[in-house]
Nanobody
Framework: QVQVVESGGGKVQAGGSLRLSCAASRGTFSRYNMGWFRQAPGKEREFVAAIHWSGGSITDYADSVKGRFTISRDNAKNTVYLQMNSLKPEDTAVYYC??????????????????WGQGTQVTVSS
């Protein structure tokens, strides 16, 4: 079983940047595909980004964040990061880190992720 804890959320003006971190404990972190999801008030939870268990260049992004967000992982530190640049008010949401699907092909499906953090709030003002 993997436990994940997010940090790094906060308030920022449009155009600013934040870096979210997701620290994992227990289990074998390096075996899991990892994902970031977000949920805005009154909306469904949506996929943001995912990174393959092997790390490196195997990543995927929602169209809405492509070119602005970067996901990375450090398996030695059991940590996943989400660097968010050029933030927009519509990025405002609670961001969740999740440990994940056995199959990379399921990376965008929240129901495929087994372990979730408690979430961290990101607020972008215009």
């Amino acid at each position: 079983q993997v436990q994940v804890v997010e940090s790094g959320g906060g308030k920022v003006q449009a155009g600013g940047s934040l870096r979210l971190s997701c620290a994992a404990s227990r289990g074998t972190f390096s075996r899991y595909n990892m994902g970031w999801f977000r949920q805005a008030p009154g909306k469904e939870r949506e996929f943001v980004a995912a990174i393959h268990w092997s790390g490196g260049s195997i990543t995927d992004y929602a169209d809405s964040v492509k070119g602005r967000f970067t996901i990375s992982r450090d398996n030695a530190k059991n940590t996943v990061y989400l660097q968010m640049n050029s933030l927009k008010p519509e990025d405002t949401a609670v961001y969740y880190c999740a440990a994940g699907p056995a199959a990379w092909g399921q990376r965008t499906a929240s129901y495929e992720y087994r372990y979730w953090g408690q979430g961290t709030q990101v607020t972008v003002s215009s």
